[in-house]
């Protein structure tokens, strides 16, 4: 039982109201003209998706919110940890909700932050009425309820300034929803609004994170890996596949294209050695990396390529270094282009791919590694050592043998 207002509420009376809810603000969407109802599709399909192994998920909208209501006895927290993955959501929050009637409110709202009130000493109260017919006003919603939950939490006081605890008081068309505030989320834009492009995926730190985050932007995206077995591992291909899946936890799944590319490496060293240019190797091993992976992007419809390039990190990243492996008639994204190694491991920890991207297994780049690579490349140079050379008997070869797979989050 619960008193309030000489009104006793039986809990069983009002149960039906005392459901929970999730409530995803968007984010840059609500900013849209006439196509945000597009935009909003996309991140309601995305949300489905994500859900996809809960039963009994119902997901609606209306006035720049995502209403994600679940079946009796969902894991709520599991939803939540997936929610906070969907680009598109700028702030979740978990609310209770409620029928519109303020007696209802009252005992709603005080036995949903009873337990929460015993770790905090200040409280207040935040409405907001967006259905208008509703008969209090905010501010009246605000003082007569926080009469009642001074009332009845009598450890609390109020504080409108700096309260350790707000309880927010949303009226809007359908329900009245009671929470405590939001929770930033992933922010961005829908995947799948913005087209496709084929990320160029190694085993390191920074290509994971240059996919996230053009994916962030709303763009769908594939991996495209080179291998070159023997010299690489079976291992060092399967964590190459758990970045693709720890990707598709943020993107949805992930086409994965794996490209053999022992021959070419091979035809590339020896053919340096002989003409005693070592040094351009990793330059034109990229060259061919990205010719190849814009045959495939070509092929399968992408817009766009996307590397984990940064400015000066490595000698084949150097100013003419980039100039020498821009060679693409696709535009190629280098998200990190302009960012420093700490904050790309900081991006890296929070997606949860730095620690798979430690392992220490080898990847193609480090086989036949020059001693003395080339950090003032001439693109002339290189063009004419690869023509010379000449891979396109092995570049059709290897597109032809591309292995696809298609990679699901965890
Ligand atoms: P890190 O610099 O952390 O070792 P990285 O992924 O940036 O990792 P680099 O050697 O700097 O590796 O390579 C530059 C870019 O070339 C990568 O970001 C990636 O986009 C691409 N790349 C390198 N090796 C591969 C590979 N084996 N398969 C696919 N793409 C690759
Ligand atoms: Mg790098």
């Given at each position: 039982?619960?008193?309030?207002?000489?009104?006793?509420?039986?809990?069983?009376?009002?149960?039906?109201?005392?459901?929970?809810?999730?409530?995803?603000?968007?984010?840059?969407?609500?900013?849209?003209?006439?196509?945000?109802?597009?935009?909003?599709?996309?991140?309601?399909?995305?949300?489905?998706?994500?859900?996809?192994?809960?039963?009994?998920?119902?997901?609606?909208?209306?006035?720049?919110?995502?209403?994600?209501?679940?079946?009796?006895?969902?894991?709520?927290?599991?939803?939540?940890?997936?929610?906070?993955?969907?680009?598109?959501?700028?702030?979740?929050?978990?609310?209770?909700?409620?029928?519109?009637?303020?007696?209802?409110?009252?005992?709603?709202?005080?036995?949903?932050?009873?337990?929460?009130?015993?770790?905090?000493?200040?409280?207040?109260?935040?409405?907001?009425?967006?259905?208008?017919?509703?008969?209090?006003?905010?501010?009246?919603?605000?003082?007569?309820?926080?009469?009642?939950?001074?009332?009845?939490?009598?450890?609390?006081?109020?504080?409108?300034?700096?309260?350790?605890?707000?309880?927010?008081?949303?009226?809007?068309?359908?329900?009245?929803?009671?929470?405590?505030?939001?929770?930033?989320?992933?922010?961005?834009?829908?995947?799948?609004?913005?087209?496709?492009?084929?990320?160029?995926?190694?085993g390191g730190i920074d290509s994971p994170v240059a996919l996230y985050m053009i994916a962030k932007r709303g763009v769908k995206v594939a991996a495209i890996h080179f291998e070159a077995p023997p010299y690489t591992s079976e291992r060092?291909?399967?964590?190459?596949?758990?970045l693709a899946k720890k990707i598709a936890a943020w993107s949805g799944s992930v086409r994965f294209y794996s490209v053999p590319f022992t021959a070419i490496q091979e035809r590339l060293r020896d053919g340096l050695t002989a003409a005693?240019?070592?040094?351009?190797?990793?330059?034109?091993?990229?060259?061919?990396?990205?010719?190849?992976?814009?045959?495939?992007?070509?092929?399968?419809?992408?817009?766009?390529?996307?590397?984990?390039?940064?400015?000066?990190?490595?000698?084949?990243?150097?100013?003419?270094?980039?100039?020498?492996?821009?060679?693409?008639?696709?535009?190629?994204?280098?998200?990190?282009?302009?960012?420093?190694?700490?904050?790309?491991?900081?991006?890296?920890?929070?997606?949860?791919?730095?620690?798979?991207?430690?392992?220490?297994?080898?990847?193609?780049?480090?086989?036949?590694?020059?001693?003395?690579?080339?950090?003032?490349?001439?693109?002339?140079?290189?063009?004419?050592?690869?023509?010379?050379?000449?891979?396109?008997?092995?570049?059709?070869?290897?597109?032809?043998?591309?292995?696809?797979?298609?990679?699901?989050?965890?």
């Amino acid at each position: 039982m619960c008193y309030n207002n000489n009104v006793y509420l039986c809990y069983h009376e009002i149960g039906l109201f005392m459901k929970e809810i999730f409530l995803a603000k968007e984010g840059e969407i609500a900013l849209k003209g006439l196509n945000k109802k597009t935009f909003e599709n996309v991140l309601m399909k995305n949300i489905r998706y994500t859900l996809s192994d809960f039963s009994g998920v119902n997901v609606s909208r209306a006035q720049s919110v995502i209403y994600i209501k679940l079946a009796d006895g969902t894991d709520y927290d599991a939803v939540y940890e997936r929610l906070k993955k969907v680009f598109g959501i700028k702030a979740i929050c978990r609310a209770r909700l409620c029928e519109k009637n303020f007696d209802v409110i009252k005992v709603a709202a005080v036995d949903y932050i009873r337990d929460i009130a015993a770790d905090f000493r200040t409280f207040k109260v935040e409405a907001k009425r967006s259905d208008k017919k509703f008969p209090l006003d905010s501010p009246a919603i605000s003082r007569e309820l926080g009469g009642c939950i001074l009332e009845q939490i009598p450890h609390l006081s109020v504080d409108v300034h700096r309260p350790d605890l707000t309880v927010n008081i949303e009226i809007r068309e359908e329900h009245c929803y009671i929470h405590t505030g939001n929770v930033p989320a992933a922010g961005g834009l829908p995947v799948g609004t913005s087209g496709y492009a084929l990320g160029l995926l190694s085993g390191g730190i920074d290509s994971p994170v240059a996919l996230y985050m053009i994916a962030k932007r709303g763009v769908k995206v594939a991996a495209i890996h080179f291998e070159a077995p023997p010299y690489t591992s079976e291992r060092a291909k399967l964590k190459v596949i758990d970045l693709a899946k720890k990707i598709a936890a943020w993107s949805g799944s992930v086409r994965f294209y794996s490209v053999p590319f022992t021959a070419i490496q091979e035809r590339l060293r020896d053919g340096l050695t002989a003409a005693g240019e070592d040094g351009y190797f990793t330059i034109i091993m990229r060259r061919l990396m990205l010719s190849i992976a814009e045959k495939i992007a070509k092929k399968e419809g992408f817009d766009a390529l996307i590397t984990g390039e940064s400015i000066g990190q490595v000698a084949s990243q150097t100013m003419g270094a980039l100039r020498c492996t821009n060679i693409c008639e696709l535009p190629v994204f280098r998200p990190l282009i302009g960012m420093d190694k700490t904050d790309i491991i900081d991006i890296a920890e929070k997606i949860d791919t730095f620690e798979t991207s430690s392992l220490p297994y080898e990847d193609c780049c480090t086989v036949f590694t020059p001693k003395h690579p080339r950090t003032h490349p001439s693109k002339e140079i290189a063009e004419k050592l690869q023509d010379n050379i000449n891979f396109s008997d092995l570049t059709e070869i290897a597109v032809a043998n591309t292995e696809i797979l298609h990679i699901r989050p965890d």
